[in-house]
C-alpha cells in the first residue's frame, strides 16, 4: 500500500513558487498574493477559500520545522520500483541513519540578540561540523546583545553541545520513510535496522503501528547492527567542549592565586602578631613634652603599628593623647588616651598641643 499522497496541498503551487525557494521568496510572494487574494478587495465567490488555502501554505512553509516536515512527506513516492533515499541535505551522501537536527546560533548587535536556528537532515558528520560552525559563531558574535544576548547564548551553547533539538516525530517519520527505501532497494537488513532507530522516536500509538506493520514481514531477515554514529560524546562534543573547560580551567587558576594572596596575607598578620611589637617606651608622667592633640576630625586608634590591627577607639578632633612610644623604621607611635587606654596611632595625625590654636 502507498502512504497518501500529501502533495496534493501544493502549498508551493499555491504560491507561485518552486520547492527549492528561499525564505525571502517565500515571504515576498505570500505578500503578493495575499494583497491580490484578500477577500476585503475580492468579492467574486470562491476568493475567501483560496485565501485560506493561500494562508495554510505560507504558515507551514516560512516555518523550516513545518516546511521540513511537509517536503519529507510531499517527496513522489513512485508506485513500483525503488524509492529514493533520504540524503544528508548537506553533503548529499546518502546515509542509514539521517536525523532531522535543529541547531541555534546568536549573533548580537548593539543592544539586540537574534538567535537563528539551522535545520535540516543530517548526516551524523555534518551534524558534527554543523554544531561546532554554530557554537563557534555563538561564542564569538553572541554575547554582545544586553541583556538577553548573554542569557540566549549560555541557552544555545548549551543546546549545541547536547546535540541540537531533535523533534521526535518527524524523526520517527524520515526513519521509516528512509527504513521503506531501504526495502524497496532489496537492503532488508538495513530496513529493519532504520525502522528499529524509527521506532525509537515515537511514542506514538499511530506511528508505533506504523512501524510494526513495516517490520513484519521482515521478521525473519537479520538485522544489521548500525554503528553508533549519532553517540552523544564525540568529536563535536569535545570540541564545543574545550572552550568551556578552558575557562572553567582559568578561572579555577585565579581564584587559586587569589585565595594563595589571602593566605599569604593572613599569615604575614599572624607572624606580625605574633613576634612582639618592639617600642621605645617614652616618660609616662609629668613632661607635657609628649602631650599631643589629634588633627583627623576622627582618628582610630589600633591595636598595632598597621592599618591591619584592629580599631580599640575612634578619637574626635583635639582629643588630648599621651605619646608614649615610638615604633621604630615606622611612622607609628604608641598614644595613651584620656580614659587611659594604649594604642597605636600614624604620627601624621598629631601635632603638639602647644601649638593647636582652636578654629
Ligand atoms: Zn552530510
Given at each position: 500500500?502507498?502512504?497518501?499522497?500529501?502533495?496534493r496541498?501544493?502549498?508551493?503551487?499555491?504560491l507561485?513558487?518552486?520547492?527549492?525557494?528561499?525564505?525571502?521568496?517565500?515571504?515576498?510572494?505570500?505578500?503578493?498574493?495575499?494583497k491580490?487574494?484578500?477577500?476585503?478587495?475580492?468579492?467574486?465567490?470562491g476568493?475567501?477559500?483560496?485565501?485560506?488555502?493561500?494562508?495554510?501554505?505560507?504558515q507551514?512553509?516560512?516555518?523550516?520545522?513545518?516546511?521540513?516536515?511537509?517536503?519529507?512527506?510531499?517527496k513522489?513516492?513512485?508506485?513500483?520500483?525503488?524509492?529514493?533515499?533520504?540524503?544528508?541535505?548537506?553533503?548529499?551522501k546518502?546515509?542509514?541513519?539521517?536525523?532531522?537536527?535543529?541547531?541555534?546560533?546568536v549573533?548580537?548587535?548593539?543592544?539586540?540578540?537574534e538567535?537563528?536556528?539551522?535545520?535540516?537532515?543530517?548526516?551524523?558528520?555534518?551534524?558534527?561540523?554543523?554544531?561546532?560552525?554554530?557554537?563557534?559563531k555563538?561564542?564569538?558574535?553572541?554575547?554582545?546583545?544586553?541583556?538577553?544576548?548573554?542569557?540566549?547564548?549560555?541557552?544555545?551553547?548549551?543546546?549545541?553541545?547536547?546535540?541540537?533539538?531533535?523533534?521526535?516525530t518527524?524523526?520517527?517519520?524520515?526513519?521509516?520513510?528512509?527504513?521503506?527505501?531501504?526495502?524497496?532497494?532489496?537492503?532488508?537488513?538495513?530496513?529493519?535496522?532504520?525502522?528499529?532507530?524509527?521506532?525509537?522516536?515515537?511514542?506514538?500509538?499511530?506511528?508505533?503501528?506504523?512501524?510494526?506493520?513495516?517490520?513484519?514481514?521482515?521478521?525473519?531477515?537479520?538485522?544489521k547492527?548500525?554503528k553508533?554514529?549519532?553517540?552523544?560524546?564525540?568529536?563535536?562534543?569535545?570540541?564545543?567542549?574545550?572552550?568551556?573547560?578552558?575557562?572553567?580551567?582559568?578561572?579555577?587558576?585565579?581564584?587559586?592565586a587569589f585565595?594563595?594572596?589571602?593566605?599569604?596575607?593572613k599569615?604575614?598578620?599572624?607572624?606580625?602578631?605574633?613576634?612582639?611589637?618592639?617600642?621605645?617606651?617614652?616618660?609616662e608622667?609629668?613632661?607635657?613634652?609628649?602631650?599631643?592633640?589629634?588633627?583627623?576630625?576622627?582618628?582610630?586608634?589600633?591595636?598595632?603599628?598597621s592599618?591591619?590591627?584592629?580599631?580599640?577607639?575612634?578619637?574626635?578632633?583635639?582629643?588630648?593623647?599621651?605619646?608614649?612610644?615610638?615604633?621604630?623604621?615606622?611612622?607609628?607611635?604608641?598614644i595613651?588616651?584620656?580614659?587611659?587606654?594604649?594604642?597605636?596611632?600614624?604620627f601624621?595625625?598629631?601635632?603638639?598641643s602647644?601649638?593647636?590654636?582652636?578654629?
Amino acid at each position: 500500500m502507498l502512504p497518501p499522497q500529501k502533495d496534493r496541498k501544493n502549498y508551493y503551487s499555491i504560491l507561485g513558487l518552486k520547492t527549492d525557494a528561499t525564505q525571502g521568496q517565500i515571504k515576498t510572494a505570500y505578500r503578493k498574493k495575499a494583497k491580490q487574494l484578500h477577500p476585503d478587495s475580492n468579492s467574486y465567490a470562491g476568493a475567501e477559500d483560496k485565501f485560506m488555502q493561500l494562508s495554510e501554505a505560507y504558515q507551514v512553509l516560512r516555518s523550516p520545522l513545518q516546511r521540513n516536515a511537509y517536503d519529507i512527506d510531499k517527496k513522489p513516492q513512485k508506485p513500483l520500483g525503488k524509492l529514493p533515499l533520504q540524503n544528508c541535505s548537506w553533503c548529499k551522501k546518502v546515509t542509514a541513519q539521517p536525523r532531522f537536527v535543529i541547531f541555534r546560533e546568536v549573533v548580537s548587535h548593539n543592544f539586540h540578540s537574534e538567535a537563528k536556528e539551522i535545520s535540516g537532515v543530517f548526516c551524523s558528520d555534518c551534524a558534527q561540523n554543523a554544531a561546532i560552525r554554530a557554537s563557534f559563531k555563538t561564542w564569538v558574535l553572541g554575547w554582545w546583545g544586553m541583556p538577553f544576548g548573554f542569557i540566549l547564548t549560555i541557552a544555545t551553547l548549551w543546546r549545541n553541545l547536547l546535540g541540537g533539538r531533535k523533534p521526535k516525530t518527524i524523526n520517527s517519520r524520515l526513519l521509516l520513510k528512509q527504513a521503506k527505501a531501504f526495502q524497496s532497494q532489496g537492503e532488508f537488513e538495513l530496513a529493519k535496522a532504520t525502522a528499529e532507530q524509527a521506532r525509537k522516536y515515537t511514542k506514538s500509538p499511530f506511528y508505533i503501528n506504523q512501524i510494526n506493520s513495516f517490520k513484519a514481514p521482515l521478521k525473519g531477515k537479520e538485522t544489521k547492527t548500525l554503528k553508533n554514529n549519532w553517540r552523544f560524546f564525540n568529536r563535536s562534543f569535545a570540541v564545543q567542549l574545550a572552550p568551556i573547560l578552558m575557562i572553567a580551567i582559568i578561572s579555577g587558576a585565579f581564584s587559586y592565586a587569589f585565595r594563595d594572596d589571602e593566605i599569604k596575607t593572613k599569615k604575614s598578620l599572624e607572624i606580625v602578631r605574633q613576634e612582639e611589637i618592639k617600642v621605645i617606651a617614652l616618660p609616662e608622667n609629668g613632661d607635657s613634652e609628649f602631650i599631643y592633640q589629634t588633627t583627623s576630625e576622627f582618628l582610630h586608634v589600633r591595636k598595632g603599628p598597621s592599618l591591619h590591627f584592629g580599631i580599640i577607639s575612634t578619637l574626635k578632633k583635639y582629643s588630648k593623647v599621651r605619646l608614649t612610644g615610638l615604633v621604630p623604621k615606622t611612622s607609628w607611635v604608641r598614644i595613651k588616651t584620656k580614659n587611659g587606654s594604649s594604642g597605636f596611632v600614624l604620627f601624621k595625625h598629631l601635632v603638639k598641643s602647644k601649638y593647636v590654636k582652636k578654629d
